[in-house]
């Protein structure tokens, strides 16, 4: 973990971060990525020292997490977790479980306001077709925002609502997770493919 001394667990108001911009894969291989989203915070007056969030993954097939993937937007300056630390910190347990953030004893702060992208997390699909659960670890020692004045406030996903969560691919939402539908490609390209010819033969 990232965390290496004692923090107050003063929280005013839990981190609300969804997941948006949803990238699906074309092909076994592949990845499959998504990006935390802040939609609210306790104290917006406050910079941010650090990010953390623990992820774990379950479904037919096999998604494993991705460093290079999820760093490649270091460069990207609309990523908070970039703009705060050039040493992003991305750690497989072993388990289907990773835990991705920044160093927290680099003591840069930075502003963390509504709708900052805090990162990106990609995975590799293995090419198996079905619903994936991504579940975050909901411990505060675990998965947080770590604010200048050395206080911390955990991170959770939106309410399980359909307000936040009825569109695809996500296809169903929990307390602490949301699970993503990911297709056959080949099988929405031969879709397209009957299409087109049902029009050509329409015009003949």
Wanted: aromatic share 12%.
């Amino acid at each position: 973990m990232l965390l290496f001394y004692a923090i107050p667990l003063t929280q005013a108001q839990a981190v609300i971060v969804p997941p948006e911009n949803l990238v699906m894969p074309a092909s076994a291989g592949e990845l499959f990525s998504f990006d935390f989203i802040i939609t609210d915070i306790g104290d917006l007056t406050k910079d941010a020292l650090a990010f953390q969030a623990i992820i774990s993954v379950s479904g037919p097939g096999v998604l494993t997490g991705d460093e290079e993937g999820s760093i490649a937007v270091s460069s990207v300056a609309d990523y908070w977790l970039f703009e705060n630390s050039s040493v992003p910190v991305f750690i497989g347990h072993g388990d289907n479980s990773y835990e991705f953030g920044d160093n927290p004893n680099n003591g840069i702060a930075q502003p963390l306001d509504t709708d900052n992208i805090l990162a990106r997390y990609a995975f590799i699909w293995d090419g198996t077709v079905g619903p994936y659960t991504f579940t975050l670890d909901s411990d505060i020692l675990n998965s947080f925002i770590w604010l200048e004045d050395y206080t911390i406030e955990a991170l959770r996903l939106p309410d399980p609502d359909p307000v936040w969560w009825s569109w695809p691919p996500i296809i169903d939402a929990e307390i602490d997770s949301f699970t993503v539908h990911i297709p056959e490609p080949t099988a929405l390209i031969l879709i397209g493919m009957g299409g087109l010819v049902l029009l050509r033969k329409r015009r003949a």
